[in-house]
């Protein structure tokens, strides 16, 4: 599978663990953090995987939808259905963008709740090159 620009989903333990950089620029600390992580599995999405992918507003409050084509649907379930209760970050160019927990196995479509505006257009953009 090829690709440049990609949109990575990595599946962590249920603790709040953040990559390094990304923990790094929200601190003011002259030390640098000391940064366990633990991930299980990932899926490395591309366009040839996504059927659709958009930002959805209702109620004032934004939200990523995503419909996969059926063999990405295959592996995401897999994925996630080994990993019920713990976090979900959806991290492109080594940045988290957001994370969720995984409260089911998700399968073609899933929803990504309460994102801002930009960060879920970032994703869309991410998934459509």
């Not at 000391?34 to 490395?44: G, L, S, T």
């Amino acid at each position: 599978m090829r690709v440049s620009n990609f949109l990575l989903i990595s599946i962590m333990s249920s603790v709040m663990l953040f990559s390094s950089s990304v923990f790094a620029e929200t601190t003011k600390s002259s030390h640098a953090p000391v940064v366990f992580q633990v991930i299980q599995d990932q899926i490395n999405f591309d366009k040839t995987m996504i059927k659709s992918a958009s930002v959805i507003t209702k109620n004032g409050k934004n939200s990523l939808e995503i419909v996969l084509n059926p063999s990405a649907s295959k592996e995401l379930a897999q994925v996630t259905g080994n990993a019920i209760g713990k976090t979900a970050n959806f991290v492109i160019n080594g940045k988290i963008m957001t994370s969720a927990t995984i409260r089911a196995s998700l399968q073609n479509k899933f929803l990504i709740s309460d994102i801002s505006k930009e960060d879920g257009q970032t994703i869309v953009d991410s998934l459509n090159q």
